[in-house]
């Protein structure tokens, strides 16, 4: 089989760490391989350059960290593959350009997208930059002081994390010494996550709590 796209996240939610993904383009390019970024994480955490990256097709959203309702996202499509992308939806914009193509979808609830504007309005007020500096720092802050309570560590280099980090909690979670199973790590997962609003990644391991 010969591979025609490769499908990666710019920040990967189950891990948090940010992932080269400039490297990557390039490795799979140099193969003719195209690349599809899903960034759902990075707009707010990120200074995202499409340019720089230069990936075929990137992806996001504007909820998570960025802060905007739900329902607003992006879709970025190198201008070379524009006559390869369609919208699901065929409406006014139908042969008007690939931007009008897509701008109208129907009877939708547009509010998220009407909303946008404020939130970019906001993120230019207080600097991007600064706001992004400050969320690292506070979660460097986080992670560092779980770590010398817990005396354990991170899932990785903290370089490689931005806002969102794993950090491995202790041994003897379970007060057991046997290696822990899939069952023990959703007990302890769905313990934490709806007594105490804790979110815990689980393996057969060790735990992480993602903070």
């Known amino acids: 089989s010969v591979t025609r796209l490769v499908i ?5 939610s189950n891990y948090g ?5 400039k490297e990557i383009v390039k490795v799979c390019h140099r193969s003719g391989v195209q690349v599809l970024v899903d960034g759902a994480h990075a707009l707010g955490m990120l200074d995202i350059n499409m340019r720089d990256i230069s990936a075929d097709y990137y992806i996001g959203n504007a909820h998570k960290w960025f802060c905007n309702p739900k329902g607003c ?10 006559s390869l992308i369609r919208p699901l939806v065929v409406s006014h914009g139908f042969g008007s350009g690939f931007t009008a193509e897509f701008l109208w979808s129907g009877l939708m609830d547009y509010t998220s997208y009407l909303s946008l504007l404020t939130v970019i309005q906001f993120w230019r007020h207080y600097n991007p930059q600064k706001i992004r500096h ?3 720092s506070l979660s460097r802050e986080a992670g560092e002081y779980l770590v010398s309570q817990w005396g354990t560590g991170l899932l990785s280099n903290i370089d490689h994390f931005c806002g ?4 491995q909690l202790p041994a ?4 057991k010494d046997d290696a822990i199973s899939y ?3 959703e007990l302890i997962q769905n313990e934490l996550h709806h007594k105490y609003k804790i979110e815990v990644k689980k393996d057969t391991q060790s735990f992480f709590i993602s903070i």
Do not use: E
């Open 8 to 12: 990666l996240d710019h920040i990967p």
């Open 17 to 21: 760490v940010v992932l080269p993904v």
């Open 73 to 82: 996202g992006f879709l970025y499509v190198d201008s070379a593959h524009h």
């Open 134 to 136: 400050y969320i690292r």
């Open 164 to 167: 969102l980090m794993l950090v």
């Open 172 to 175: 003897g979670v379970l007060k």
């Open 183 to 185: 069952d023990d790590a």
